[in-house]
């Protein structure tokens, strides 16, 4: 199994650009996260999803869209790119009734500049 | 609210020496705890987790972690540091599957 995989890794964007930052896992999880790490902050949730077709805001929401279309695909969508949206985004998913619930798997990131 | 607090920015340890990074948490019902260690450029591994029963939690790579309710606190413990031990590391709290809250990490340092 890949895991979970996220592309780009980096990426610079203009202001006002678009962008979707893409996620997919291969282990048949239905939770699946997107956060986002400030430097010397923790990880902020912006949304998640709980299966195909669902999905709901987390802390940080604002700037920021999701869809999930399949269980394996949960893209990242940011429409009007602003500064304040540099950072470190990562995607995450959970298993449950796998032998290691709740425990979440995390992507490699996606490191975003947006000048 | 929900909240997670590491109290420790940056930590500095001898190599074989012992170790306590300190977590504290709010939440409003009994919570699922986790510690999740990050190596530069890396995404998050999981150390451990406790969500119920004995309240000390064993995790990889020797370390454990201690529920205490009456402190709202879940400090990670490690007996003897080693220099791969290196790393941010992170406290969180969740809700079963739903949110989950992260702490703003602890940097650890190791000195050979």
């Known amino acids: 199994n890949a895991g979970v995989t996220q592309t780009p890794k980096f990426r610079i964007l203009k202001i006002g650009q678009s962008m979707t930052l893409q996620c997919a896992q291969d282990m048949n999880h239905n939770y699946m996260y997107w956060y986002r790490q400030d430097p010397g902050m923790g990880l902020k949730l912006i949304y998640y999803s709980v299966g195909a077709g669902i999905t709901d805001k987390g802390e940080v929401p604002n700037g920021y869209n999701v869809s999930r279309s399949t269980t394996e695909d949960f893209p990242l969508r940011l429409e009007l790119a602003a500064p304040s949206q540099t950072s470190v985004y990562f995607c995450?998913?959970?298993?449950?009734?796998?032998?290691?619930?709740?425990?979440?798997?995390f992507g490699p990131g996606t490191r975003l500049t947006v000048l | 609210a929900q909240s997670v607090t590491q109290p420790d920015i940056h930590i500095t340890v001898s190599e074989g020496a012992s170790l306590e990074l300190r977590c504290n948490y709010s939440?409003?019902?009994?919570?699922?705890l986790f510690w999740y260690v990050q190596s530069p450029g890396q995404g998050l591994q999981l150390l451990l987790k406790y969500f119920s029963g004995d309240t000390l939690v064993q995790g990889i790579k020797g370390f454990e972690a201690e529920f205490k309710r009456s402190q709202s606190s879940f400090n990670l413990r490690k007996p003897s540091v080693h220099w791969s031990d290196a790393a941010e590391y992170f406290c969180?709290?969740?809700?079963?599957?739903?949110?989950?809250?992260f702490g703003t990490g602890t940097s650890l340092t190791v000195i050979p």
């Open positions: 995450a998913s959970i298993g449950v009734g796998s032998g290691r619930q709740n425990e979440q798997f």
């Open positions: 969180a709290v969740g809700a079963f599957l739903g949110q989950f809250y």
């Open positions: 939440y409003g019902a009994t919570p699922y």
